[in-house]
């Protein structure tokens, strides 16, 4: 089992929007749509931000967006905000039924 | 309030067992699908086992396989994570995680609610 692959960093200034890329293969991302992204605080458990590829659950602000292309998933933040500064994983399905996480990316709000 | 609170944690040494407990409140705990999820020092999330609503479906992460054995008890609204022959790479914040859509497979809602956190630690 190989972690998707996620940039280590990415940075913005308030009001920007950024992307966080989540690359995986035919195994999991590419074959299903089971791509959540979660918003994950040290010391606070992870926060799910995105389902499904692209739904936002109940409360999650509307500028958190995520999108599929083959075997890449992307989640982007737009209108950055100070307490958007978190790390970011995503997860797929995969076909071995088993869960896949991203090494995750930590998100500086500048 | 929907909750999930994790239990068990603690000191260890290698080659040693400790068993993990999630309490669950709030939700319907009896039809919803569970996970485990870990964090090791530094390192970012780590998804380790998943069983079905009615504890037939087990599945597990190949670092864990073979020492590591999920359970649940609906009656007691708990979920629990056997681990044995602890390795000194198991230290890690153990994570219990579960999604409150009723009808959904895990996977696809995503788990939108956790634990706070049980921390592992094995050594010597």
């Known amino acids: 089992q190989s972690a998707l692959t996620q940039p280590a960093s990415v940075s913005g200034s308030p009001g920007q929007s950024i992307t966080i890329s989540c690359t995986g293969t035919?195994?999991?991302?590419?074959?299903?749509?089971?791509v959540s992204w979660y918003q994950h605080h040290p010391g606070k458990a992870p926060k799910l931000m995105i389902y499904d590829v692209s739904n936002r659950p109940s409360g999650v602000s509307n500028r958190f967006s995520g999108s599929k292309s083959g075997n890449t998933a992307s989640l982007t933040i737009s209108g950055l905000q100070a307490e958007d500064e978190a790390d970011y994983y995503c997860s797929s399905y995969t076909n071995s039924n088993t869960l896949e996480f991203g090494g995750g990316t930590k998100l500086t709000v500048l | 309030e929907v909750q999930l609170v994790e239990s068990g944690g603690g000191l260890v040494q290698p080659g040693g067992s400790l068993r993990l407990s999630c309490a669950a409140s709030g939700f319907t705990f009896s039809t919803q699908e569970m996970t485990w999820v870990r964090q090791a020092p530094g390192k970012g999330l780590e998804w380790i086992s998943y069983?079905?609503?009615?504890?037939?479906?087990?599945y597990y992460a190949d670092s864990v396989k073979g020492r590591f054995t999920i359970s649940r008890d609906n009656a007691k609204n708990s979920l629990y994570l056997q681990m044995n022959n602890l390795r000194v790479e198991d230290t890690a914040v153990y994570y219990c995680?579960?999604?409150?859509?009723?009808?959904?497979?895990?996977?696809?809602?995503?788990?939108?609610?956790w634990g706070q956190g049980t921390t592992v630690t094995v050594s010597s």
């Open positions: 995680a579960s999604s409150t859509r009723i009808g959904w497979l895990l996977y696809e809602a995503g788990m939108d609610v």
């Open positions: 069983i079905s609503s009615a504890g037939s479906s087990m």
């Open positions: 035919s195994s999991d991302v590419g074959s299903y749509n089971y």
